[in-house]
């Protein structure tokens, strides 16, 4: 049987990229936060939609620096997502509150994040849609992969602090490598 549910109550069967960071560096400041709003708009070169609203610390950053890093996280970082999720880096040194640890990018200021199993350095290259929607489009110029570490399972956000933890891996055959 059907019933209606509110409406704000859509995006949790909607969100299906994993939690990740996003970093940027304002007037010599790193700051990072928890972004679940993002999706890929192109493969080659990846191209990526971000939504950052205007209200978070990261908005005038990367408004202004047009680069980031996004950084993914596995699922051991559970913990530290959420916590800076709901702190400000108006307020809060993050990197040192939460012990991540900052690496230096090679194409933008942004800083990796050596936690994370893999790190995008991204430019902004459109923001005609960030006046209405908060939305971001980036291009990764280069990509990271931490080899050693083992356990890339990521987790997806389903809203009011309930996560999902990638599952089995299920490969099938397909024309593209």
Same mark, same amino acid.
């Given at each position: 049987?059907?019933?209606?549910?509110?409406?704000?109550?859509?995006?949790?069967?909607?969100?299906?990229?994993?939690?990740?960071?996003?970093?940027?560096?304002?007037?010599?400041?790193?700051?990072?936060?928890?972004?679940?709003?993002?999706?890929?708009?192109?493969?080659?070169?990846?191209?990526?939609?971000?939504?950052?609203?205007?209200?978070?610390?990261?908005?005038?950053?990367?408004?202004?620096?047009?680069?980031?890093?996004?950084?993914?996280?596995?699922?051991?970082?559970?913990?530290?997502? !959420?916590?800076?999720?709901?702190?400000?880096?108006?307020?809060?040194? *993050? @990197?040192?509150?939460? $012990?991540? #640890?900052?690496?230096?990018?090679?194409?933008?200021?942004?800083?990796?994040?050596?936690?994370?199993?893999?790190?995008?350095?991204?430019?902004?290259?459109?923001?005609?849609?960030?006046?209405?929607?908060?939305?971001?489009?980036?291009?990764?110029?280069?990509?990271?992969?931490?080899?050693?570490? !083992?356990?890339?399972?990521?987790?997806?956000?389903?809203?009011?602090? *309930? @996560?999902?933890?990638? $599952?089995? #891996?299920?490969?099938?055959?397909?024309?593209?490598?």
């Amino acid at each position: 049987m059907l019933r209606n549910i509110p409406l704000g109550k859509a995006y949790q069967f909607l969100e299906p990229g994993p939690v990740v960071f996003l970093t940027t560096v304002h007037c010599g400041q790193a700051n990072i936060m928890t972004m679940s709003w993002h999706m890929m708009v192109e493969f080659d070169p990846p191209r990526i939609a971000c939504v950052v609203s205007a209200a978070n610390f990261s908005f005038q950053a990367l408004r202004q620096t047009r680069q980031c890093v996004i950084a993914i996280p596995s699922v051991d970082l559970v913990s530290t997502i !959420v916590a800076i999720g709901n702190c400000s880096g108006r307020d809060v040194d *993050k @990197f040192t509150a939460f $012990g991540l #640890t900052q690496l230096a990018a090679r194409y933008v200021t942004s800083p990796l994040v050596a936690e994370c199993f893999s790190n995008l350095e991204c430019r902004v290259i459109d923001t005609r849609m960030v006046n209405k929607y908060n939305i971001f489009i980036m291009e990764a110029v280069n990509v990271w992969i931490n080899q050693q570490h !083992v356990n890339r399972k990521t987790v997806h956000h389903h809203g009011y602090g *309930k @996560f999902v933890v990638d $599952g089995k #891996t299920v490969i099938l055959k397909s024309t593209k490598p």
